[in-house]
């Protein structure tokens, strides 16, 4: 099976959402010996975590690849969020799974496609976050709810909102705590 992994988030290096994305790809790489890994890093000014770097060349694994793209942010909002186009195979070649995760959905030809979702804060504290990031959240997270087959959540209390808030179906939601 190939899987996608959508890491742009870890150029936020130190931020939780970039944590734990970065533990979660490490651990999956280290512990499934089967499974294909592509990789996809998006971002204009920033670069890969130094640390997933040296962790992949050390994991010398040929299963697994990075594919990096000079696209700030508010391009994939306005392609994939917005316009709801290019699908992630032009970007990462046919995979079984993608998983995104905190700023874009992009459609895809026939993989299925998993999201985390870490708060619903642009819902239930909006005045605590900037209008933009409201507006391209709820914009991502209309596709979630349309598009994703699974939906992984940080916490009982993200999965209730989820449910609540978004009207997700228990059945597409689940609880996978973060690491520490």
């Not at 619903?120 to 994703?148: A, G, H």
Request: charged letters at 30%.
């Amino acid at each position: 099976m190939r899987i996608g992994i959508d890491i742009s988030q870890a150029s936020y290096e130190g931020s939780g959402v970039s944590n734990f994305i970065l533990n979660l790809v490490r651990s999956m790489i280290r512990q499934d010996k089967s499974n294909e890994y592509v990789l996809f890093f998006s971002s204009l000014r920033g670069r890969v975590n130094k640390t997933l770097s040296r962790d992949l060349k050390d994991l010398g694994s040929p299963r697994v690849k990075l594919v990096s793209y000079p696209f700030p942010p508010s391009v994939l909002d306005l392609f994939w969020n917005k316009l709801h186009i290019l699908p992630l195979e032009f970007f990462v070649g046919d995979v079984d799974i993608f998983l995104t995760s905190d700023w874009t959905e992009p459609p895809s030809i026939k993989a299925k496609k998993i999201t985390i979702l870490y708060d619903l804060i642009i819902y239930k504290n909006p005045e605590e976050t900037d209008k933009k990031i409201i507006q391209t959240q709820k914009r991502r997270l209309k596709w979630v709810k349309k598009e994703s087959k699974l939906v992984i959540c940080i916490s009982e209390s993200t999965k209730e909102d989820a449910k609540k808030i978004l009207g997700i179906e228990n059945e597409r939601l689940r609880v996978v705590y973060p690491g520490i």
